[in-house]
């Protein structure tokens, strides 16, 4: 079971109240993982990567264990304490507009 | 007694004002999805309880919304797990992407960046288009759930136009409600495009349209800085237009246009509305320049010509007369159907300003919302 932070406009948009709880299918990779966000939330697709590419959208990073994982193959395995329940997977949306 | 709705779209989130027939007490509700930009809503005009929004962010990207129940409640069309959904966000250009022109001049692959306009059939319930920036226009036919490019719009020497400061964008679409299959779309900076089957082949219609620095040629088809065009539906041949300069007027359905700016102060400006009972009388908001988006002399005017154009008064009564540097953009001014005509307009200072004697008078019925994109307005 990987734990999911989700920004706040993102929760609102899908009424999620906290953190989501994702069972991926395979290995627990980022892909993975948002594969799993998009079954059983599709009206985020789109909203935390492209829908045709599914390339991350610029102003959406990725976090965990105290690392950006935005620059990251979205077909690497998380961190340990991501894929153990540890540690939650952030999605956030970046700093940027001044 | 008749209700007024007031769609409002906003930098960060929309908000519904309603009042009764006599348009004198307003509530407001929202902000609905706040935080958001939110560049257009509008209702149905076969089923006003169903509106549509288009919801966006510069971070997470393009969500169109519907409401069923007069804006109380919304839901992504088709978002629901069991509908399959996550199509009514995918907005994809049809076949090769193409290019347009930039501002270097180079050749630049189409990108969907928001939509900008959302414009419900007049015939179909479920049929809605929307103007994508880039420019291009987007058809459903399920309600919002899902969209599909109408490609003949780019084809019509697309690989020559290009953004205006705004961006590139499909921002007015007018359906015709004589001849339903014919459709008028504007864009910033390409100009007035016509299609008479139903979305799917389009040709410019910009003949008489001038821009002497920017577009030197007179016979340019193309490239033109239209910022808006209205018509009044008894008499759909005619249409108006505020241009980047100049406020313009066709009597052919665009065939030609000529230039009805006559006195006005400026004429820059975004937006442009048509009287609902007289099709001969028309609103602007004059602009000072392209440099400087505010009102001339720092005093809110709304003008309107009676006689369609050439000959404009000033109405102020009511509005700020110093010290007011707001805008009023292109998708923010509207008419009602009541009588006498209603008409709207928001600011860039979040200013919702009504007028219930058509335009004689005008009161603030919001004062401190978020920057104003969008007004459009229903009788319920």
Redesign the interface.
Known sequence: MIRVVL????R??AGIGGELMITPEGRATLRSVLDAI???????????RD??TCKR?P??RFFACGEDLSLQSSDDLLPGPVRDGQEPLLII??I??G | MSGIRLLVGTRKGAFILRADGLRKRWSVSGPHF???EIYHLKGSPLDPDRLYASQT???????IQRSDDGGRSW??P????E????????F?YAGEVGTHLWYDGTQRPWEFKRVWHLEPSLTDPDVLYAGTEDAAIFRSGDGGGSWQELPGLRAAKGHLWQPGAGGMAVHTILQDPRHPERLFVAISAAGVFRSDDAGTTWKPVNRGLVSRVELPDPLAEVGHCVHRIALHPSRPEVLFMQKHWDVMRSDNAGESWREVSGDLPSDFGFPIAVHAHEPDTVYVVPIKSDSEHYPVDGRLRVYRSRSGGDEWEALTRGLPQRNCYVNVLREAMAVDSLDPCGIYFGTTGGQVYASADGGDSWSAIARHLPAVLSVEVQVI
Request: glycine fraction near 20%; proline fraction near 10%; aromatic fraction near 10%.
């Open positions: 920004p706040y406009p993102l609102e948009l998009e079954t059983s939330y599709p009206m985020l697709r789109g909203t935390i829908h045709v959208r102003l959406v949306g970046a940027a507009g | 706040a935080g958001w962010s510069n971070w997470f990207g393009q969500v839901s992504p088709g978002g629901r797990p509908q399959g959904g996550g199509e009514s966000n995918r994809v």
